[in-house]
Every structure is written in structure tokens, then in C-alpha cells.
């Protein structure tokens, strides 16, 4: 019997020493990887700090009227927020690579699924980052037209604008990124929904008086303007 | 090369008995059914009258009018031995443009027919001019012929508030760049010689200078740019035709700009080297006869710039150094009675908007439509100025703005050589 228990124990002991057999490689490849991610990190850092300010980023994004990343970098600077970001990017991909390494099945799903969701996440941002610059685009158009027409409430009709388009592409990467399921086109659809009819009844029901008061001082000035200016500036 | 329909269609139903000519007067047209009877008519009386001995030709070049134009040409001519009619395919225009769509498509057909004709001198007239005289061919093509000018230009009488735009940016800006006082650039009365039409026909230009209704800038600062012997011909005053929009200022002030600082921005190695400016010789007599009066609301400009400064101070600020914004800042808390925008301040304001064309410190088309505050408070500011002035004080005025702009190109070519130096 102490004879068995011995070999019961010799072959517990085997496999436990073989598993940790098996798994010290792959546990120092993770550490060699981490480590390999965190050198790797820090030589790309410097070296787009070093660029970015032989190109003076900060300065051409001030000049391409972008200031707002300025705003919130660290130390108020876009170069040191890119090489912090690229930074950070190869460790977190250090750490991925690392974790598959290990070859566990934990390991394995853990990191497709995080793969799946960066995915979906820089699709998402793409689409905000891009909805953004048109909703200023629009913005400054509509400014300009506005301020053109002489309309008072040119800042009002843009600021509108660019809200409406940024609100609209925030819903479309919401869910792109399935967060809130079916509830964040429906809540966008009855807002907009809702600002339509809202405008319809005020303009419509509730205001119909001023907006007709509007019209004709808008006219009278329009004929007054052809009457009163012959002026061709060519 | 770009892609034409440039090789004129002869249209003429007559058979055409021209093969050769001295002097050619050409007639651009689109849908001009209701001027180009009296254009037509007033350009045959002015050849058979001043050029009757030498042989000439009258080219109606048309590019697709919907209208009875090529009919109203056939029958206000009385001699169509000398008429030819040919067709020119303008590009496709954004439907708020100026002018004659496809201006410089018009030119180079016109050019092509000229040279096959042999002829030393090449007189464009602008079909939508309802003020255009018989003097006026004689004063164009005799400058030419005698005394070999390669370019004239058309000088016309205005009444001192109209052509504010030519006044107040135009032609100093021109002036201080190239070197040369041509009083009116964008004219649509041209003549040229053989030598002048043999340089066009040689560019390599774009679509854009093509299908631009503004061609005729760029046929002028071509003509400065490659020392082309330049007169203008005084040829009195311009009445416009009745039909042409003059409400939507901003999409003309984004045209002519537009074209102007797209033509700054590609001859900068030219202009960068001239100092000072010479005057062109004119041709006709100078006088002032009563211009009919014209009535501007001043008030209405001011409130535009002043909504203006309240609105667009951020994207001004892109452009416009901070000196330049608090004295427009000074300028928007005056009352109207003081409202005097000094010129050092007006030419380095177009200086400043054309160093952010050429940057695309934001959309262009958004650029120079926000100058349209800009220009309207400076209108206004002109315009009062030149409320009880004559003809001498509104010449001297206008000079002291264009010594201003000479004044202030070496700043321009600072900005210009060394953009980072001066980011607003």
C-alpha cells in the first residue's frame, strides 16, 4: 500500500513539475515579450517626439484650426500625446502577443474577443472622428452663409447644425459598437423626431404671427434693398 | 493640353467669304439675344467708319445660347461677307457664376480663327455692354496697329461709388504687385495683336483658367507677366445690362478673389521682384460727363460688417494678425459719421487673406466669403469718404490707396517667403 501511495504521489508530483515544465517557457516568452513591447515603446516615443517636433505638429494643428486636442494633451501638447498614445498602443500589443503565448485557452479567447471589440472601437472612432470634421465643415458654412444673409441668429443656425451632425454620427458609433442595443436609434429617432415637430407646432401654431411679421419685414427690406441699392462693385 | 471642343465650328449658314483679314473684331456670346443686335450693329458702323480701307472681319463666336443670338447677329449685320460665326463648348459652370461661362474657351477659339485669317489685330468685345460706341473700334485696334502695343486694355468711366471691388482691391492689388497701373483688369474689352494671341495660343493652361468666366484676369496678368506692351483705351462710360445680378456679393467677391489669388499664388516668382509701379499709356480723351447717380445704403454695409466682426472674429483670427483684429475691433464701435478704414490696414487685410488662400488655412471658398464683411465695412467706409468729392479727389483718393498697397508688399512678401514667422 505505502508502495502505491508513493507512486500516486511520484506520478503527482511528475505531472505538476511537467505542467510547470511546460508552462516556464511559455511564461518567460511573456515576460521576454513584455519586455521586448516596453523597449520597443519607448524607442518609437522618442522617436515620434523627436519628429513630430522637427514638423512642429502643435503649430500645424493650431494653424488647421484643430486647437481642442491641444486643450486636453498633457502639458497642452499634441506631440506628447501621440507619443504617449504610440506608446501605450505597443505595450497593450506587447501584452496581447504575450498572452497568446502562453497557449491557454483562457489566454486564447481572451484575447480574439479584446481583438474583436479594438476592432469595432477604431471603426467606431473613425466614424466620430470623421463625422466631426464635417459637422465643422458644416458649421463654418452655414456661418459664413448665415453672416452673409445678414440673419442674426447665424451663430445660433450653425452651432444647430453642427450639434445635429454630431449628435446623428455619435448614434451611428454607438451602435456600430452595439452599445445600448435597439435604444440608441430610437432615442435619437425621437429626438430629432421630436425637434421636427416642435418646430413645425411653433412655427406653425405658436408663432405663426411672428414668422408672418418676420416674412414681411423680410420682404419690405428685400424690395427696399433693389429700390435703394444700384450698386454693381465689378 | 487640356481638352477642348476648341476647334471652331463655322455656323454661318452664308457661305463664308473671308479667307483673310487685318483687323478682327470678335463678339463672345451667350444668350445675349437682348444686346447683341446694337453690340453688332455699333461694331460694323465703327469698322466702316475708321477702318474702311483695310480688310476685316466680325468672328461671332457663340458658346450654345438657347436664344435667338446667332440669328439677331445674321440680321443686324448688313455685309455678311465679312461675318463668320462659330460655336465654342463652355465647361460646365457652377450655375451662381459671372460673366461669360467659359471665358477663356471663348478666347482661344476666337484666337485660333484670328490667327487663320492672318490678322494683326485681334479685338474682343463683350456682347452683354450696352454702352459700347463706334469710337470704341478705333481706340482699341489703332493703338495696336500704329503703335504696336501687343494689349489694350478698356478704361471706363464709372460713377465714383460703382466698381468698389476693382477700386478697392482689383486694381491695387495688381498695380502694387506687378508693377503696372492698369486701372481696370477685368475689363471685357480687349484688343490684341498677332504677338499677344501667338503667346496665349501657346500656355499650357488648366480647365479652371478655361472654364472660368473670369479669364479675362488671367489674360491680363499674363500679359503683365511676359512684358507684353500694355495700353488702355479710355472708352467713356459702362452701363450694364439691366439683367445682371448684382445682389449675391459674396459668390462675386469668391469669383473675382478667387481668380485673383489663384493667379498670385502661380506667378508668385514674378511679382516677388517688382518694385514700385509704372503707368500705362492711355488712348482717348479724359473727360467726366455726369454719371447717373446711384443710390447705396451705407447703413446696411456698416450693420453687415459690424454682424460681421461680432460673428466671424474666429475664423478672422485664422487669418489676420492680432494688430489687424483690434483695429477692426476700433473700426466696429465707431460711429458711422467716423467710420474711416485706413488703407495700410485694408491692403494688409487682402494681403493677409491671400496668404491664407494659398495656405488653405481653411476651406477656400469659405476664405473669401468671409471677406464679405471686410469688404462691405471698407465699401462703406469709401463711400463716405467720397461723398462730396469730384472726379480729381476721388482719383486722388484712389491713388493714396494704391501708393498704400505698394507700401505694404513688403510685408506681403514676408508672409509670403516665411508663413511659420508670422502665424496669427
Not at chain 1, 517557457?25 to 519586455?35: K, S, T, Y
Not at chain 1, 489566454?107 to 470634421?133: D, E, H, K, N
Not at chain 2, 451667350?30 to 455699333?42: D, M, R, Y
Amino acid at each position: 500500500m505505502w508502495k502505491q501511495a508513493g507512486e500516486i504521489l511520484d506520478q503527482s508530483v511528475a505531472r505538476v513539475v511537467l505542467g510547470i515544465a511546460n508552462f516556464l517557457p511559455a511564461l518567460l516568452v511573456f515576460i521576454l515579450i513584455l519586455l521586448l513591447a516596453a523597449l520597443l515603446a519607448w524607442v518609437l516615443s522618442a522617436l515620434l517626439r523627436h519628429a513630430l517636433s522637427k514638423l512642429d505638429f502643435d503649430q500645424w494643428l493650431v494653424r488647421w484650426s484643430l486647437s481642442e486636442p491641444a486643450e486636453w494633451s498633457p502639458s497642452r501638447s499634441p506631440t506628447l500625446l501621440v507619443a504617449r498614445l504610440a506608446y501605450w498602443a505597443v505595450i497593450f500589443s506587447g501584452l496581447l502577443i504575450g498572452l497568446s503565448a502562453l497557449n491557454t485557452p483562457f489566454a486564447s479567447q481572451f484575447t480574439m474577443g479584446l481583438l474583436a471589440i479594438l476592432y469595432r472601437l477604431l471603426i467606431s472612432l473613425f466614424i466620430l472622428a470623421v463625422g466631426v470634421v464635417i459637422a465643422r465643415f458644416l458649421a463654418r458654412g452655414v456661418l459664413i452663409t448665415a453672416v452673409n444673409m445678414q440673419l442674426q441668429t447665424a451663430r445660433l443656425l450653425s452651432l444647430g447644425v453642427k450639434w445635429l451632425v454630431i449628435v446623428f454620427v455619435g448614434a451611428m458609433a454607438l451602435q456600430h459598437l452595439g452599445i445600448g442595443g435597439g435604444i440608441v436609434p430610437l432615442a435619437f429617432g425621437i429626438l430629432f423626431g421630436g425637434i421636427v415637430l416642435a418646430l413645425a407646432l411653433a412655427v406653425g401654431l405658436g408663432s405663426k404671427d411672428l414668422v408672418s411679421r418676420s416674412w414681411e419685414r423680410q420682404q419690405a427690406r428685400k424690395s427696399e434693398d433693389q429700390t435703394e441699392e444700384q450698386l454693381h462693385h465689378l | 493640353m487640356p481638352e477642348l471642343d476648341a476647334i471652331p465650328q463655322n455656323t454661318s449658314p452664308d457661305p463664308v467669304a473671308v479667307e483673310s483679314a487685318e483687323i478682327v473684331v470678335a463678339l463672345p456670346t451667350h444668350n445675349n439675344e437682348g444686346t447683341i443686335t446694337e453690340v453688332a450693329q455699333t461694331v460694323e458702323a465703327g469698322l466702316t467708319k475708321y477702318f474702311s480701307s483695310r480688310k476685316y472681319a466680325l468672328i461671332h463666336c457663340d458658346g450654345g445660347s438657347q436664344d435667338k443670338t446667332s440669328q439677331c447677329v445674321r440680321e443686324a449685320v448688313r455685309d455678311r461677307s465679312y461675318l463668320l460665326q462659330i460655336k465654342y463648348s463652355p465647361p460646365q459652370i457652377p450655375p451662381t457664376a459671372h460673366g461669360l461661362p467659359g471665358q477663356g474657351s471663348a478666347f482661344r477659339c476666337i484666337f485660333q480663327q484670328a490667327q487663320k485669317l492672318g490678322a494683326k489685330v485681334c479685338l474682343v468685345v463683350d456682347s452683354d455692354t450696352a454702352s459700347v460706341r463706334p469710337e470704341w473700334i478705333d481706340l482699341f485696334v489703332r493703338p495696336v496697329l500704329e503703335k504696336d502695343l501687343d494689349f489694350v486694355t478698356s478704361y471706363y468711366d464709372r460713377h465714383k461709388y460703382e466698381a468698389t471691388l476693382t477700386k478697392g482691391i482689383v486694381y491695387p492689388l495688381v498695380r502694387a504687385l506687378y508693377g503696372k497701373r492698369i486701372i481696370q483688369p477685368i475689363g471685357g474689352d480687349f484688343a490684341f495683336s498677332q504677338r499677344s494671341m501667338d503667346h496665349y495660343l501657346k500656355q499650357d493652361v488648366g480647365n479652371c483658367e478655361l472654364a472660368d468666366p473670369h479669364a479675362d484676369l488671367w489674360i491680363t496678368i499674363q500679359a503683365l507677366c511676359n512684358n507684353l506692351r500694355i495700353g488702355q483705351a479710355f472708352v467713356g462710360p459702362k452701363l450694364r445690362n439691366p439683367k445682371e445680378p448684382s445682389g449675391d456679393i459674396s459668390g462675386l467677391l469668391a469669383a473675382v478673389l478667387g481668380a485673383l489669388f489663384l493667379q498670385v499664388e502661380k506667378t508668385a516668382g514674378v511679382w516677388q521682384k517688382v518694385r514700385g509701379s509704372e503707368v500705362v499709356p492711355l488712348f482717348g480723351s479724359r473727360e467726366h460727363p455726369n454719371a447717373e447717380p446711384v443710390t447705396v445704403n451705407v447703413k446696411r454695409m456698416m450693420d453687415a460688417y459690424r454682424l460681421g466682426y461680432q460673428t466671424l472674429q474666429e475664423i478672422w483670427g485664422l487669418v489676420l494678425p492680432p494688430a489687424t483684429l483690434l483695429d477692426l475691433k476700433k473700426l466696429a464701435s465707431r460711429p458711422e459719421e467716423q467710420l474711416r478704414f485706413a488703407d495700410e490696414a485694408w491692403a494688409r487685410v487682402i494681403y493677409d487673406f491671400a496668404q491664407g488662400y494659398r495656405l488653405r488655412i481653411i476651406g477656400r471658398d469659405h476664405l473669401l466669403r468671409a471677406l464679405t464683411p471686410l469688404y462691405l465695412g471698407w465699401c462703406a467706409s469709401f463711400i463716405l469718404e467720397l461723398e462730396n468729392a469730384d472726379p480729381q479727389e476721388v482719383e486722388a483718393r484712389l491713388e493714396k490707396l494704391c501708393l498704400a498697397y505698394e507700401a505694404q508688399k513688403p510685408y506681403f512678401i514676408s508672409r509670403w517667403r516665411w508663413p511659420d514667422r508670422f502665424n496669427p
